[in-house]
Nanobody, 126 residues
């Protein structure tokens, strides 16, 4: 597993923006696909977005397409999630996750990610 440290969560009004970051330890960050999941109170954790090892392929759930952008900087061992036009429905604990694969297509299922961050709260008010 790789150690993940998240930051950037907070409280924002609807229509605002936040940028989450996830920093990974080790010298093999480029060997990992990276993803974000979220969990709202009383609901199951759901897939948000994921990116492959070299940043060439990214997937997004339909509800965030056009609003969220996932990128990575392998030199800094960091992945970024830019969240724009936030909605109250985006309120959740957001978790960074890593999967040890160099596949062209990043995984999107929880079970395929072996390392998880501590979670960071994102709250979007009406």
């Amino acid at each position: 597993q790789v150690q993940l440290e998240e930051s950037g969560g907070g409280l924002v009004q609807a229509g605002g923006s936040l940028r989450l970051s996830c920093a990974a330890s080790g010298r093999t960050f480029s060997s990992y696909a990276m993803g974000w999941f979220r969990q709202a109170p009383g609901k199951e954790r759901e897939f948000v977005t994921a990116i492959n090892w070299n940043g060439g392929t990214a997937y997004y759930r339909d509800s965030v397409k056009g609003r969220f952008t996932l990128s990575r900087d392998n030199a800094k061992n960091t992945v970024y999630l830019q969240m724009n036009s936030l909605k109250p429905e985006d309120t959740a604990v957001y978790y960074c996750a890593a999967a040890a694969t160099r596949s062209l297509h990043p995984p999107t299922r929880e079970g395929d990610f072996g390392s998880w961050g501590q979670g960071t709260q994102v709250t979007v008010s009406s």
